[in-house]
């Protein structure tokens, strides 16, 4: 974004905002001028999280709330509109991850990671309607690559990103008439968060993971925040219903790295 005060005034609410990839949107957002209210479940969390957003500038308010828990998500989105007015932007990307086999994964663990993303997602989205700018606001949904390619030991996840992909499609079509766009971020691989740390917790599993990237690297939190705020921007008035890759070509469908196969003919 070319203007550094792109979204001056405007209000930002980024549920799971206090670390990692949601943090890094809402600082980009600080960063160009809005007020910014980051959500998640522990206190201290958030409010480390707001005392950065003020430090870069912006009005923050950090906020603990469970998404699970829809009376404190309702309750966290009133005391931000009270304080900031519509939402302009409302980020969902509160996520729990980790590394399961089917055969292993008990009913609880598979139900609390479907708790946390999916259900966390509808309560933050159905609970925050009345309060989205009408028309304007931008919805973002943060899913994975995982929620439309298969992956041993998360079918915790995959359901769960699945079910936020279709999510995001759905709104898009209730809400379009309101003037609200809803879209969805899949991030690759990105670096430095603790998704990949419980992904790829060796530097073996690292190696792996950035080889099957075209672009050869792990992505960054700017890089997944410029998407959030070129989808929140004028120049994506037309977007919506979108799941967006941010992840450097490695979801690409159907992809197999053939280099280790293909032996140049002159060598054959
Ligand atoms: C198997 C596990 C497990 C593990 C927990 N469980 N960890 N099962 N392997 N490693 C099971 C528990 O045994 C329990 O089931 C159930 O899950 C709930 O566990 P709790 O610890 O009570 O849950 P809770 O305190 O609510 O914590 C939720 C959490 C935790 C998801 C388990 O890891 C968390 O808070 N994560 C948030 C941070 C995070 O994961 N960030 C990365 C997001 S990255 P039983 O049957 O024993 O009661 C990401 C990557 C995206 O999402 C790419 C892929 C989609
Ligand atoms: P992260 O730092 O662990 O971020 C997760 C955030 O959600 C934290 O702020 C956490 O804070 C919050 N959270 C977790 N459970 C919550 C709950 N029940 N209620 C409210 N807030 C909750 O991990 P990350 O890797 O940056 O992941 C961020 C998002 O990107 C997730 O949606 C993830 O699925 C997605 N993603 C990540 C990658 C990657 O490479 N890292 C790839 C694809 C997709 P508290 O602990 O305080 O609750």
């Not at 206190?43 to 906020?63: C, F, H, M, T």
């Not at 980020?91 to 609390?112: C, E, H, I, Q, R």
């Not at 999510?167 to 991030?187: H, S």
Request: net charge neutral; hydrophobic share 45%; with cysteine.
């Amino acid at each position: 974004m070319h203007d550094p005060q792109a979204f001056a005034g405007r209000h930002v609410f980024v549920a799971g905002g206090s670390s990692g990839i949601n943090l890094g949107i809402a600082q980009a957002f600080a960063r160009a001028g809005a007020h910014v209210t980051v959500m998640s479940r522990s206190p201290d969390k958030v409010q480390q999280a707001a005392d950065g957003l003020r430090a870069l500038g912006a009005q923050a308010l950090g906020i603990s709330a469970d998404v699970r828990d829809a009376a404190a998500v309702e309750a966290a989105l009133h005391q931000s509109h009270e304080k900031f007015g519509d939402i302009d932007v409302l980020v969902s990307g509160a996520a729990g991850n980790f590394l399961a086999p089917a055969k292993d994964l008990s009913p609880n663990g598979f139900k609390t990671v479907i708790d946390i993303d999916l259900n966390g997602t509808f309560h933050v989205l159905r609970l925050a309607y009345p309060m989205l700018r009408k028309p304007g606001a931008s919805v973002i949904n943060i899913s994975a690559p995982q929620g439309v390619n298969p992956t041993m030991y998360q079918v915790h996840a995959c359901a769960a990103k699945a079910g936020i992909d279709m999510m995001t499609r759905v709104l898009a079509m209730e809400w379009g008439e309101a003037g609200v766009r809803v879209n969805a971020i899949a991030p690759g691989p990105i670096a430095d968060t603790e998704g990949i740390r419980r992904l790829a917790p060796t530097p073996e599993a690292m190696a792996a993971a950035t080889a099957v990237v075209p672009l050869q690297r792990m992505g960054t939190l700017d890089d997944i925040a410029n998407m959030a705020l070129f989808l929140s921007s004028p120049l994506a008035s037309f977007v919506t219903g979108a799941v967006i890759p941010v992840d450097g070509g490695s979801s690409l469908p159907g992809g197999r790295d053939m280099r280790a196969s293909y032996v140049p003919r002159s060598a054959a």
